[in-house]
């Protein structure tokens, strides 16, 4: 499975952004998809994931009313969209992949990551 992120930018505070994330290879089996975000100096955390059929969704709390994760299975790719942005939202965002749901915030259980792509809020 390849990921390959993208969308990320330079956005003011309270602007809006919309990341994408388009996988092949073996998308069969990929039933999760992620996103997570590193700040740098920090650790990387969790932000949003969603299972392939689109019925569950997990927000990490703060990004939750702001942030919307989504999925268009035709072209395998997933969404997020982040509005109300904030310069505490700056990192590079990452999207990954997995085949099981418990435990869905750890990053070590996913199995497949892009490459990254930054966001940068100014204040």
């Known amino acids: 499975v390849q990921l390959q992120a993208s969308g990320g930018g330079l956005v003011q505070a309270g602007g809006s952004l919309r990341l994408s994330c388009a996988a092949s290879?073996?998308?069969?089996?990929?039933?999760?998809m992620g996103w997570f975000r590193q700040a740098p100096g920090k650790e990387r955390e969790f932000v949003a994931a969603i299972n392939w059929s689109g019925d569950r969704v997990f927000y990490a709390d703060s990004v939750k009313g702001r942030f919307t994760i989504s999925r268009d299975n035709a072209k395998n790719t997933v969404f997020l969209q982040m509005t109300s942005l904030k310069p505490e939202d700056t990192a590079v965002y990452y999207c990954a992949s997995r085949r099981t749901i418990p435990d869905i915030e750890l990053p070590g259980l996913y199995d497949y990551w892009g490459q990254g792509t930054l966001v940068t809020v100014s204040s």
């Open positions: 290879g073996r998308t069969s089996s990929i039933y999760v």
